[in-house]
């Protein structure tokens, strides 16, 4: 399985660049701008604001004198349940001086406060107010365009080469050729992909399926981390923080159910729980006015949200679901963001460094983006003359096919929820499984539209999802299996995917 869409490259507008980044997230901002500080233009091609730019509550660097890098991994290590990359890991809270200097440099302005959040030892947490990602992503787009970084609003298709990087089909309205020998993936994750999901449509994580099309693997798929309070029928994340000053959960009856306080995972399969049973689920906001708490104020992002969307937060009950919020797994790389594929590099949420093992810690993932894209852009740097240019050959893919597939990505998104959520058994893995099998089986005789190759591609990346959580025949992490309820000594290790090899 490797192209799907109908083109053919000789036909196609023709443009040429050294490096394209696909994805305006931290991570490809990231990687660009370093690159374009160290004297390289790349293009940048993004189809709008990913999930960087959603971020509320921070990012975390061990940056005080009584804090270390040493006690940031320790805290991440025991959320990551044995499953951290122990190299990558260091290199991430050792490389939060750098990254966080960077992002001063470019132009983000701190809180002087910082906090700390579930799971940190210290208040770690660098923040701005209850917007750092919008801060981060607009101080970063401010610095691409100074750098005069090309950019180009369009959506990847198909990643050309044989063994290698040649180049990539694009759409923005048509479809378009760029002939490159280097392709950064900064795509984000592939939570979206479950009924209920704090993340944009925009991020849906179908690149991720281009990729499993190109022979490579994902690793750890099956670890989605989810988060307890999005509000019902929405994306509007209402963070922990809101808890944490006195926000409690309570049912339809008005009772509360669950130790607001608990841990994310535990929270959020309370609620799940109540959910099944047919239950209704509340965040109940009015205790944080009777303590003296100005909503507005405190949480002015969260506060303007829910406005917009008709609630009156100091006055009722707000109506919440967990919902799939952070993918850990990703295409597999190395420390700086290479892949097995020559030429391919892959950073941000897509990429798996194993930082983060069987669950992430918060506020983590801000982090990663911008350690790393740091780290591959140097890479890219020096690797930029040992690579064969791209040659002057064409790529096509010439096939018919009118047939609707027999499916849309919302029965995907059901599927996905019910089948590998929250909680998980053989019995409902295996049946996702075979289901998602039987609807893409006929993908050859698909129309080779836009749409229908977005579909396949999270398909595949459902399926992968589903094949890991299947063969991880424990519970670890973010990960648990109601017929596996321990971790188990022989899982203490990655997944790995392939559509030639599943789960292994
Ligand atoms: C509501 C919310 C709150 C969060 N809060 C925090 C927090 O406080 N701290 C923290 O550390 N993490 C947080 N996270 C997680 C964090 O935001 C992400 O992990 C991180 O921002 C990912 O960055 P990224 O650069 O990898 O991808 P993203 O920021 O998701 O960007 C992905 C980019 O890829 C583009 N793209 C995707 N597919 C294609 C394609 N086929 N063609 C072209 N472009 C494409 C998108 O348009 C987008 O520009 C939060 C996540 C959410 C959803």
């Known amino acids: 399985m490797e192209y799907f869409l109908n083109f053919d490259t000789s036909k196609l507008p023709e443009d040429r660049a050294d490096v394209v980044i696909c994805g305006s997230g931290i991570g490809?901002?990231?990687?660009?701008?370093?690159?374009?500080?160290?004297?390289i233009t790349p293009l940048l091609l993004t189809r709008g604001v990913g999930n960087t730019y959603y971020s509320q509550g921070g990012i975390a660097c061990a940056l005080h004198p009584e804090d270390s890098p040493y006690l940031h991994a320790l805290?991440?290590?025991?959320?990551?349940?044995?499953?951290?990359?122990?190299g990558n890991l260091r290199i991430l809270v050792d490389g939060g001086v750098q990254g966080f200097v960077n992002l001063k440099r470019w132009g983000v302005e701190f809180d002087k406060e910082t906090t700390i959040e579930g799971g940190h030892s210290f208040p770690r947490v660098y923040k701005v107010k209850d917007y750092t990602g919008k801060a981060i992503h607009e101080a970063?787009?401010?610095r691409v365009k100074e750098l005069k970084i090309r950019i180009v609003r369009g959506e990847l298709q198909e990643i050309l080469g044989e063994?290698?990087?040649?180049?990539?089909?694009y759409y923005d309205g048509s479809m378009k050729f760029i002939r490159t020998s280097i392709l950064v993936l900064a795509t984000g994750g592939a939570a979206s992909m479950f009924l209920h999901t704090s993340n944009p449509v925009r991020v849906r994580g179908d690149a991720l399926g281009i990729v499993l099309r190109k022979g490579l693997s994902l690793v750890n798929p099956e670890f989605v981390q989810f988060h307890p309070t999005v509000v019902k029928n929405t994306s509007?994340?209402?963070?922990?923080?809101?808890?944490?000053?006195g926000a409690v959960l309570v049912d339809q009856k008005g009772e509360r159910f669950v130790n607001e306080l608990e841990p994310r995972d535990v929270v959020a399969r309370a609620i799940y729980r109540k959910m099944k049973e047919g239950g209704e689920v509340f965040l109940d906001l009015r205790p944080l006015k009777a303590a003296g708490i100005e909503?507005?104020?405190?949480?002015?992002?969260i506060y303007g949200m829910l406005r917009e969307k008709g609630?009156?937060?100091e006055k009722e009950p707000i109506p919440v679901t967990p919902a799939s919020h952070y993918f850990i797994g990703g295409v597999e790389v190395n420390s700086y963001g290479k892949t097995i594929l020559e030429g391919l590099y892959a950073v941000g949420e897509c990429a798996c460094t194993g930082v983060h093992g069987a669950n992430r810690l918060a506020s983590n993932s801000l982090l990663e983006g911008v350690v790393f894209g740091?780290?591959?852009?140097?890479?890219?740097f020096h690797d930029l003359s040992f690579y064969r240019k791209s040659s002057k050959g064409n790529f096509k893919n010439l096939r018919e096919g009118k047939r609707k597939p027999p499916y849309t990505f919302e029965d995907l998104r059901g599927l996905m929820w019910e089948a590998c959520g929250l909680e998980r058994d053989e019995e409902g893995l295996k049946r996702a499984s075979e289901k998602l099998k039987v609807w893409i089986e006929g993908y050859k005789h698909w129309t080779p539209s836009i749409e229908n190759r977005q579909l396949l591609d999270i398909s595949l990346v459902a399926l992968a999802t589903v094949s890991c959580a299947l063969w991880r025949k424990e519970s670890r992490g973010v990960h648990y299996r109601k017929d596996y309820p321990h971790e188990r000594e022989e899982f203490r290790r990655e997944s790995l995917y392939t559509l030639e090899k599943p789960a292994s």
Do not use: H, M
């Open 28 to 39: 490809g901002l990231t990687t660009a701008i370093v690159l374009g500080e160290l004297g």
């Open 75 to 86: 805290d991440t290590q025991k959320a990551g349940r044995g499953l951290c990359n122990e």
């Open 140 to 142: 970063l787009w401010r």
């Open 163 to 169: 063994g290698r990087v040649e180049g990539i089909v």
């Open 236 to 245: 509007i994340l209402i963070s922990e923080a809101v808890r944490g000053e």
């Open 295 to 301: 909503l507005r104020e405190r949480f002015p992002t």
């Open 311 to 313: 609630y009156e937060p």
């Open 374 to 380: 740091y780290r591959t852009a140097y890479r890219i």
